[in-house]
């Protein structure tokens, strides 16, 4: 669903603010059993979904909304969209080994390591993965 709509002059008119809560109870109710017809998951998938302790294992994104004259927000927004997977500057290349070191201040989760080491092969092979298929969608919010 959209956070507004175009007018015929090309004014975006904004919706008001919406407790969402009954859209992802929706949302959980049917797309399971519309997966369910289409033979993808089963019954035991299903409830096994729909009793995760933490999360429902359903989202419905609300988003911060920009007002119309939040110019800096405005371009962190774009500047986030056009981002680069990766960064340049966290990339060394060992000419003497042929090793490629890329560094990275993570700090969390199960790849907690800052740094990685690969040759040249495996560090192309991995940087590849993020360019995306031609036409795929890469913006996904709008307004």
Do not use: C
Request: charged share 20%.
């Amino acid at each position: 669903m959209a956070d507004g709509l175009f007018a015929g002059n090309g004014v975006f008119h904004v919706l008001p603010k919406l407790d969402i809560t009954p859209l992802r109870e929706l949302f959980r109710a049917a797309v399971p059993r519309m997966l369910q017809k289409k033979g993808r998951i089963d019954d035991t998938l299903i409830q096994n979904l729909l009793t995760w302790r933490h999360t429902s294992g359903f989202s419905v994104h609300q988003g911060h909304q920009l007002a119309r004259g939040d110019a800096d927000g405005q371009e962190a927004l774009a500047q986030y969209i056009i981002r680069n997977t990766f960064s340049v500057e966290k990339i060394r290349y060992q000419q003497e080994t042929g090793a490629v070191i890329y560094t990275s201040k993570m700090t969390h989760g199960p790849n907690r390591n800052n740094f990685k080491i690969l040759n040249s092969r495996e560090f192309i092979a991995a940087i590849t993965q993020h360019i995306p298929e031609k036409s795929f969608q890469l913006v996904r919010h709008y307004g």
